[in-house]
């Protein structure tokens, strides 16, 4: 299932899922609380300004267990980026900046991929991206959707047949 929560900026989007996983307290003075009450570990998490660390970019794809290389290609074919197969050994600058803003977007899109939880959280997934990379990634989440639940954090939604929308 794919479900999108939209909204203009700064309306409270990401607020309301940081608050229903845990992360943040609520600022509702405790007249309405959303929390997830399953297993934290069935979900993947892809922030707006995804976190990258000194090491490689392999280590960077693969945080968590370390996946084969075939998998770490396919993951990288589906974000468009299989040319990466190649820098897996390269360094991960500061900030990641030897990567364009839509690169590190499709990076951490690879890397929930490769974490394979049954539940993602993607905030802005689309940001930064043109509009040959947001059919691919579009196109990635309806299929992915058939097997796994997403939720796309947005300011609009760019299917054309979302399962849900709500606007925050």
């Known amino acids: ?15 309301m899922v940081l608050e229903m996983l845990g992360h943040i307290e609520p600022q509702n003075d405790g007249k309405m ?17 995804p976190v990258w660390f000194k090491g490689t970019l392999m280590e960077n794809l693969c945080p968590v267990e370390l996946r084969n290389l075939e998998e770490i ?11 990466f197969a190649q820098r897996l050994n390269e360094q991960v ?18 890397r929930i991929i490769l974490l394979n939880r049954p539940i993602w959280i993607l905030d802005e997934p689309f940001a930064g991206l043109d509009e040959v990379n947001i059919k691919i990634i579009e196109n990635l989440l309806e299929k ?6 997403i939720i796309c954090i947005s300011h609009h939604v760019l299917l ?3 399962t849900c929308v709500t606007y925050y």
């Open 33 to 49: 609380k959303l929390f997830y009450e399953g297993d934290k570990n069935d979900i993947a998490w892809m922030p707006q300004n």
């Open 160 to 162: 054309s047949s979302p």
């Open 144 to 149: 992915e959707s058939q097997t796994r639940r």
């Open 73 to 83: 290609k396919d993951a990288l074919e589906k974000v468009n980026l299989g040319h």
């Open 93 to 110: 600058q500061e900030y990641a900046a030897n990567f364009s803003g839509g690169e590190k977007r499709r990076l951490a899109l690879a």
């Open 1 to 15: 299932m794919l479900t999108y929560i939209i909204g203009p900026s700064g309306c409270g989007k990401t607020r």
